[in-house]
C-alpha cells in the first residue's frame, strides 16, 4: 500500500508536502506513510482516494510541483568554497566534485526539507551529474574566477578547477555552511570510482532511470548508510 501512495502521487505531480496538506497532517506523518511505518484510517484513505480522481486528468502530463528551484548564483559560491576548502587535493578531479554536490544538495534536502543549492541532478553510468555544472563553470572560468587545470591521478588524466577568488559566505546561512563542511569532512579524500559506487547504492539513483533527472524526494527513502536524518524524531 505504501508502495503504491508513493507512486501514485509522483504520478499525480505532488510533493510530499502539497500531499500532507491536502490530507490535513504533517508532513513528517505523511512519509511515515509512505515508508510503511503508519497505516491510514479509512476516512484517510477515502480522501486519499478523492484526491487521486480528482487529478487523474494530471496523471499523462510531465509537469511536477518539486522541480529544483534553481539557485546559480548560491551555486557559484558553494563551488568556490568546495574549492577552497579541497580542491588541491589530488583526488578532486571533475567527477569528485560532481559528488560532493550532490550530497550536499540532497543530505540538505533530506535533512532541512528546504533547497540548497537545487541543482538539476540526471543519472548517468557514473553517478549523479549535476546539469548546470558544465554552463557554470565555464562562466566562471570566461571571468577569472576559476582556472581549470590538467594533471594525473595515478594513470587517470584528471580535469581540475582551482578557484581565483574567495566565495561569498554572505549568501549561505549557518545550517547551509555546516553541511558542506560534514559532506566535504566524510567524502573529500573518497576516490572518484568509490563515489561512484556510493551514489550506486543510494536510492535516489537506484530509483530513477538512465538519462532521467533524479527527484529530490527520494532522498526520503535512503539506506540507513547515507541517510542524514533521525526518523525516528517524526
Excluded at 70 to 98: C, I, S, W
Excluded at 213 to 231: G, K, Q, T, W
Amino acid at each position: 500500500m505504501a508502495t503504491k501512495i508513493h507512486k501514485q502521487r509522483i504520478v499525480c505531480g505532488l510533493s510530499q508536502e502539497e500531499m500532507a496538506r491536502r490530507l490535513g497532517m504533517s508532513r513528517p506523518t505523511f512519509i511515515k506513510i509512505e515508508r510503511g511505518e503508519r497505516k491510514l484510517t479509512k476516512e484517510e484513505q477515502d480522501k486519499l482516494a478523492r484526491i487521486f480522481a480528482s487529478l487523474e486528468e494530471y496523471q499523462q502530463s510531465d509537469m511536477r510541483i518539486n522541480v529544483p528551484q534553481k539557485n546559480l548564483e548560491k551555486f557559484k559560491q558553494v563551488l568556490l568554497y568546495v574549492l577552497q576548502e579541497v580542491g588541491a587535493k589530488p583526488n578532486v578531479g571533475m567527477t569528485v566534485l560532481y559528488k560532493l554536490l550532490y550530497f550536499i544538495d540532497f543530505d540538505f534536502y533530506e535533512k532541512h526539507e528546504e533547497q540548497l543549492m537545487g541543482l538539476t541532478y540526471i543519472k548517468n553510468h557514473h553517478g549523479p551529474t549535476p546539469r548546470e555544472f558544465v554552463s557554470v563553470v565555464e562562466e566562471m572560468k570566461t571571468k577569472g574566477e576559476i582556472i581549470e587545470v590538467k594533471s594525473k591521478y595515478f594513470a587517470h588524466e584528471q580535469k581540475k578547477f582551482l578557484p581565483n577568488i574567495a566565495p561569498d559566505l554572505s549568501l549561505l546561512n549557518g545550517e547551509e555552511v555546516d553541511m558542506i563542511n560534514d559532506v566535504l569532512q566524510r567524502y573529500s579524500d573518497r576516490s572518484a570510482s568509490m563515489l561512484s559506487d556510493m551514489t550506486h547504492r543510494d536510492t535516489p539513483w537506484k530509483s530513477t532511470v538512465d538519462g532521467k533527472n533524479i527527484d529530490y524526494e527520494l532522498a526520503f527513502y535512503r539506506p540507513e548508510e547515507f541517510s542524514v536524518r533521525d526518523y525516528g524524531e517524526l
